[in-house]
């Protein structure tokens, strides 16, 4: 019984790391680095872990932790709150009709899924946020931000691919 | 009877997938509405966001500081190669502070004498906390860092922040331990300034570009390069002659200004609390006594 009970808690806490793994990474995001570089063109992390876990356990990552990763992202950030839950959407609408594209595939195609769809989530929430102010938000910063996030996705991938090969490899 | 179970299972899978969709739609919809909620700054939004902000800020302090200690611990590291020119640098710049301190005290001592001559209603006395900076965030979307206020009462919504030189940002969340400060360059930030010299009047507007510009300024104003930005003290909350920065490029839109203090460099800012009266309570009195 303490047995099955100790099994279901385990299977359910390995069924979290993906959303766990990926606000850890994010709450990461938010160090203070003291550098130019870094106050103006910070990777977009959520939107990047977002898009491995649906590449490799969209089972895991379904459209709720989607949401409620959004939500505590969201809750994180200066942002106004909705708007990148709004990006992660948009990402997970692409990723979930692209998915027989990517899944499978070497890194480096992944890594082209990558710099495809992640300047299309930046500029749906640049574009509902320059909605929401009245006024065009800096194109050139989010442009920093995209090629800082498109360097940094080889780390974060990897990252994420060490919990994926040694929690997750396993069908759960 | 096998034939009426697939068809059942074919219309279930469709009405599954169907109910899927709709699912996504309905995600975009809440996000919309939580969007205009934000903007309405509705109080119940207000406060729900206010104490998720300290959950996730507490999160966020405790997940980084091992991480920001191994990066202070590389900056001292770092420090150590330059100390003994900083520490030639500092000598001297003590030397000439001691200097100003006490051309500073004369002009205290006859400015608090003129002041009594005029009968000037002097500001009351400013109150601050010092505050830690946990977590900072900068992109094309937003402009903010998060401080740990310790449990502090002194802090509420729309008290300045300043850090080592000057004026950087205003508070815009607070709980009872966290509050997240929006910086001058977010776009949300909006504050009365003037410049020093000519007193032409403006408003230092963010738009989360690196730089704040300071905007509507008079057409016929002259203001230039090198210009020094004081805070006006309009509006109440900030009181006027606070330093805020230098305009390093003018032009018709508006002048560009460059922050004394480097925003991106914040280790810790004072939160300070100037008790001024709020001019649109002493309106809104006025108008309730008629």
Redesign the interface.
Known sequence: MTESWSETAKDKLYRLLPLLCSL?LV??S???????M?????P?MALMCAYFWLVYRPDLFN?GV??VF?M?A??????????G??AL?VM??LTTNLIRYLNGRVFVVLWAGAALLLPVCLLA??L??SF??G?P??????FF?YLTSLACYPLIGGLNALILNHFLQEDI | MVKRDKEIFFRFKQLRNVIKKFAVALAFVFAFVFMLLTKSENVLIEKTSGAANEIVSAATDVLVSPASLLAEGYGYLRSLRKIDAENRRLREENRRLIMENARNRATDIENRLLAQMLNYAVLPGASFVTAKVVAEEGSAFAHAVTVYTAGSRNVRKGLAVIGSRGIVGRVEKCGPNYARIFLVNDINSKIPVMTEKNRVRGVLAGDNTPLPKMIFIPLEADVKEGDKIVTSGLGGVVPPGLPVGVVIKADKDGAVVRPYDRLNRLEYVQIVDYHLPDPTDELFAEGEDK
């Open positions: 850890l709450f990461f938010y160090l203070p680095l003291s550098s130019p870094a106050d103006n063109a910070r977009a459209l989607v949401f959004g505590i969201d809750g994180l950030s200066a942002a106004p709150f909705g708007s839950l709004a959407l997970y609408l929430q640049w509902l946020l929401y102010y006024q938000l800096p194109l050139l910063q989010l931000s």
